[in-house]
């Protein structure tokens, strides 16, 4: 494909989307993709998660393919839709009714507005290094370059007015004391609490989530788990059924979508009334609109999608192998004798090349970024492709999968520089 390199660097920033500055990719079929240069890749990036069951699903074609010549957007109730939002409350524990959106950060921009306008309050508790969207309040502490004093906002981007880290408190992930201490000294100014409950790579410690459910709860604040990452892959009923804990309000994007721009807000009924300009006095309505929010292509690949992940052991595979990835890494590391270890869950998961306790932002800062960049070099050279600080597996990964993303793993190790 000649001169597309040359066409990206003159009309993109950067010569990118913003995404992954990686291989320009044309096809990807289950847990493959193949670049311009007719490169195959295991995918570990998968679309920066949607795309769970695999690339080109049949599943998800078929239900395309049958939606398409019906038509594919009409700004009003859509069948695919509504099932699709009847799917999402049979699934999720906190989810009474769902809002659509097409991008999670717009989903999470609203769990922020609607907690607030419920509450009538106006700060949102986040934690450092939480990625909440790239709303003005989402990017604030998701990737400070210097350690400030908790509960100080860090604006993440330039452009963002200096004002909005006023209404952002941040508290350290896995501290449930810090968290606790800063809603109770300010629950009378608190909208929201906002948390991934898997946080990047982090799993919560036990007792985290429960406790800050129940410091919420005690005053009444809304707990929105961002579930943007974690819906329908941790397990049919998200993180907060994996953990056993439901937040009032939960964001998804990603897989809902099978692979199309399609997001949600998902929570409970007196929360989500402030969507409805019928239920709530006027002063306390949300506007919300979005011109492809409900899209029926995109719901009926999410429809289709969930379908295949109701079938009875969907999960059992992907977390076994999964599982067998995490402990093959960890095998390699031991033998290279390196300071990195696995972090994450069998469905998400990456190596962090530092030792100790890996519990918070602060705790990944410690990571060897040359070693992790060394690492991920030789992975792509190999044929594997991944986010810098990730893999997420998928249902379509097979075993032989597995076994060439290891023995190049190891190579990348022998290849480090001594
Ligand atoms: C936890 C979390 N929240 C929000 C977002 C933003 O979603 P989107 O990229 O669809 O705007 C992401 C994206 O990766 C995410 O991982």
Known sequence: MDGLFETANRVLPGGHFGNMAGPTIVSGAGAHVTDTEGREYIDFLLGSGPMFIGHAHPAVTAAVMEQVPLGTTFFANNPAGIRLAEVIVNALPCADQVRFVSSGSEADMYAMRVARAFRGREKILKFEGGYHGMSDHGLMSLAPKREANFPRAIPDSAGIPAHIADDMLVAPYNDIDAAVALIEAHHDELGGVIVEPFQRLIPPKPGFLFELRAATEKHGIPLIFDEIVTGFRFAYGGAQTYYGVTPDICTLGKIIGGGFPLAAIAGRLD???????????????????????????????????????????????????????????????????????VVGEPVLFDVVYASGEIANYRDTQRSNIAMQAHVNRHLRAAGILKGDGKYYMSLAHTDDDIAATLEAFSDALRSLPA
């Not at 409900?294 to 999608?305: D, E, F, H, K, R």
Request: charged content about 15%; aromatic content about 6%.
């Open 271 to 341: 929360i989500m009334a402030h969507f409805d300009r019928a239920r709530v006095a006027e002063d306390r309505w949300l506007m919300q609109v979005g011109t492809l929010s409900g899209n029926p292509v995109a719901s009926a690949a999410g429809l289709a999608t969930l379908e295949v992940l109701r079938q009875p052991g969907a999960y059992d595979g992907v977390f076994a192998r999964g599982l067998t990835l995490m402990q093959g890494l960890t095998a390699a590391i031991k033998a290279a004798g390196i300071p990195a270890q």
